[in-house]
């Protein structure tokens, strides 16, 4: 083999591994911008998808109540007289008390739902069920028409766990025996 055909292979590989570079850093330029716009779409499809779920109320009716014990031990009559203002204008509170928009209050935690036999409620807080629970009396107040959907009570709720605490802990000592904090 004379040098000259080394030679010659040698410049055509160079050449030919030369093409492959500049192919490759062509077909890399034009991809890249392609996929740099594709992720950002495909964040926003991602997004989009998402949305639905954080549009969720602020307070979902089945999420696990605050521990509603023990804001309860630290209730205030002060606090929940207070507190009771915002349902008066609807409620009483006093032992054989009248029924006005919403129906009596006395006694009300441990109670069947829509128990006050003269009171008109609504379908759905009658099919609601069960007792007036802690838990439950918090998720209504919380989000009267995401807990009884279909309510007649026509309020928006309380975000504010410790002003719930309050407004429960008033209904709790309207008794002659007031439950248990574990109920
Ligand atoms: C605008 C009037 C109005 C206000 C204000 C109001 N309520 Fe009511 N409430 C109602 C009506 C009406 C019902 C009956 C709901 C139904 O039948 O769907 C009701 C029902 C209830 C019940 C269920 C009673 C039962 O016998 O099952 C509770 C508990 C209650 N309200 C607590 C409160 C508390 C606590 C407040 C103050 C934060 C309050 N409400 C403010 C109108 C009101």
């Known amino acids: ?21 500049v192919v490759n850093v062509i077909g890399e330029l034009s991809v890249r911008p392609r996929t740099e716009l594709a992720a950002p779409e495909r964040k926003q499809t991602e997004k989009a998808a998402e949305a639905p ?10 999420a696990p109540a605050q521990d509603i014990a023990s804001l309860l031990a630290a209730y205030s009559p002060d606090a929940g007289s207070t507190a009771f203002r915002k349902c008066k204008s609807c409620h009483s509170s006093e032992k054989g008390g009248a ?5 009596n209050l ?21 099919l609601k069920g069960g007792t007036w629970t802690y838990r439950d009396l918090d998720l209504f107040l919380a989000n009267p028409r995401t ?21 429960i802990g008033f209904l709790r000592a309207l008794s002659d025996n007031p439950k248990p904090l574990t109920e």
């Open 53 to 62: 779920k954080t549009e969720a109320p602020a307070v979902p009716a089945e």
């Open 1 to 21: 083999m004379d040098s000259g055909f080394i030679k010659s292979i040698l410049i055509s590989l160079a050449i030919a591994l030369g093409v492959v570079i």
């Open 147 to 167: 807990f009884v959907r279909g309510t007649k009570m026509s309020l928006k709720g309380f975000s504010d766990p410790v002003l719930r605490a309050s407004m």
């Open 106 to 126: 006395w006694d009300v935690v441990g109670r069947e739902k829509a128990a006050v036999p003269d009171f008109k409620y609504s379908d759905a807080m009658k």
């Open 99 to 103: 029924n006005r928009v919403g129906p």
